[in-house]
C-alpha cells in the first residue's frame, strides 16, 4: 500500500527565504510522486512530478523537488519565497500506473510574512 | 471548455435529501476520477473512471454514494439519504494520455449539510 506524511502541517517562512515542505513516502513498489498546491477556494494545481528518470525535478513557479529512494523523501523547495506563495501544499503518491488513484498527505499551509 | 468544471460550485442541503454533483472533464480525457476534501480526513480518492467503466470504486465511503459517467464524459456524484458527514469539498480530476496523464483538478462542489 501507498501512503504520504507531511511533517508539519504549517509552515511560515518570510518573503526571501528558503521553502522546505518535506514529504515521505510508502510505498511497495516504484512509486510515482507529486506535490501540488491549492489556493483558496480553488481546486488543486500540479507544480511537478517525479515518475522516472532524473531525482531533481522542477516545477513550475521556481519550485523543485528531490526523490530520494535511500530516504524515502520528496521534499518540495524553493530559494526564495515570494508573497504570492502563500497556500496549501499537498504531496501525493501513485503505485506508478499513469491512470492510478492519487494518494494525498495532509498538506501544509505555507505562510509568507513581508 | 478550457478546464474541468464542477457544478453546482455550493450546495446546501437537509440531512436525508439526496443530491447530484456534476463534472465536464476535459474533452478528450478519458479517465476521470472523484475525491473528496474533508477537515477531518483530508483528501481521499473515491472513485474512477475510463471512458464509462469504473474499475476503482474502492474510495466510495459507503452504499450511498454512487457514480455514473455517460458518453465517455460528463459524471455525476450521487449521495442519497445525505448525512451530516457527508459535508466536504468534492473534487472531481479527469486526464489523458496526450496530457501525460496529468490529473487536471476542477474548482470542487462544496456541499453543506444541515
Known amino acids: 500500500a501507498q501512503s504520504v506524511t507531511q511533517l508539519g502541517s504549517h509552515v511560515s517562512v518570510s518573503e526571501g527565504a528558503l521553502v522546505l515542505l518535506r514529504c515521505n513516502y510508502s510505498?511497495?513498489?516504484?512509486?510515482?510522486l507529486f506535490w501540488y498546491v491549492q489556493y483558496p477556494n480553488q481546486g488543486l494545481q500540479l507544480l511537478l512530478k517525479?515518475?522516472?528518470?532524473?531525482?531533481l525535478v522542477k516545477g513550475i513557479n521556481g519550485f523543485e523537488a528531490e526523490f530520494k529512494k535511500s530516504e524515502t523523501s520528496f521534499h518540495l523547495t524553493k530559494p526564495s519565497a515570494h508573497m504570492s506563495d502563500a497556500a496549501e501544499y499537498f504531496c501525493?503518491?501513485?503505485?506508478?500506473?499513469?491512470?492510478?488513484?492519487?494518494?494525498f498527505g495532509t498538506g501544509t499551509r505555507l505562510q509568507v510574512f513581508p | 471548455g478550457a478546464g474541468v468544471s464542477q457544478s453546482p460550485s455550493n450546495k446546501v442541503t437537509e440531512k436525508g435529501k439526496d443530491v447530484e454533483l456534476r463534472c465536464d472533464p476535459i474533452?478528450?480525457?478519458?479517465?476521470l476520477y472523484w475525491y473528496r476534501q474533508s477537515l477531518g480526513q483530508g483528501l481521499e480518492f473515491l472513485i474512477y473512471?475510463?471512458?464509462?467503466?469504473?474499475?476503482?470504486k474502492s474510495g466510495l465511503p459507503s452504499d450511498r454514494f454512487s457514480a455514473e459517467r455517460t458518453g465517455g464524459s460528463v459524471s455525476t456524484l450521487t449521495i442519497q439519504r445525505t448525512q451530516q458527514e457527508d459535508s466536504a469539498v468534492y473534487l472531481c480530476?479527469?486526464?489523458?494520455?496526450?496530457?501525460?496523464?496529468?490529473?487536471?483538478f476542477g474548482p470542487g462542489t462544496r456541499l453543506t449539510v444541515t
Open positions: 480530476a479527469s486526464s489523458s494520455r496526450q496530457g501525460g496523464y496529468e490529473q487536471y
Open positions: 510505498s511497495s513498489v516504484p512509486p510515482y
Open positions: 517525479y515518475t522516472t528518470g532524473a531525482t
Open positions: 501525493a503518491v501513485t503505485r506508478g500506473s499513469n491512470t492510478d488513484k492519487l494518494i
Open positions: 474533452s478528450g480525457h478519458t479517465a
Open positions: 473512471f475510463q471512458g464509462n467503466s469504473a474499475p476503482d
